[in-house]
């Protein structure tokens, strides 16, 4: 998964979003703006999620772990590490090597997430049981080869 980074701004110690893992044993919080929701479809993200994933993402410093002693990262490849639940297996985070910032899985978030999808990335690869109907812009790959495009 080869997502956006999201927006630099100035730190904040508003809370703009919080999330879980299914059993609970892992619990953050963001403070600060969260990337639209990307939808990426790339062989990787498939066998780690079951299905495509969508992720919405933040600069790391953003990102307070509140309950995390369950938390694994897996490094998937050269390029990128993902985070999971070690209890319950949720899929909740993917940070590329040496990034400032931290994908996470739109679907531990709580609600509202004030969210809103802004493309699907890796179609290429998508899955052969389902199709893309959504109108939102396709790429075949990222828009970077093995880099975060910048929003």
């Known amino acids: 998964m080869c997502p956006n980074e999201p927006e630099s701004s100035s730190p904040s110690t508003e809370i703009t ?4 893992c299914l059993c609970e ?15 990426c479809h790339c062989r990787m993200c498939a066998r ?19 309950s995390a002693d369950a938390l694994r990262w897996y490094q998937s490849s050269a390029k990128a590490r ?8 949720s899929s ?5 090597t040496g990034g400032d910032y931290v994908a996470i899985t739109a679907g ?25 109907l959504d109108g939102l812009p396709r790429r075949p790959g990222s828009r970077h080869a093995g880099a975060a495009p910048r929003q």
């Open 108 to 132: 531990t978030l709580d609600a509202p997430t004030r969210l809103s999808s802004s493309e699907h990335i890796f179609v290429a690869d998508a899955g052969d049981y389902y199709q893309i």
């Open 25 to 39: 044993a892992v619990r953050y919080e963001i403070v600060g703006p969260l990337r639209p929701v990307i939808y």
């Open 17 to 20: 979003g919080r999330g879980r």
């Open 48 to 66: 780690w999620s079951g299905h495509l994933v969508a992720a919405t993402a933040c600069k790391l410093e953003h990102l307070r772990l509140l």
């Open 82 to 89: 993902r985070g999971f639940c070690q209890v319950c297996g």
């Open 92 to 96: 909740l985070f993917w940070q590329p």
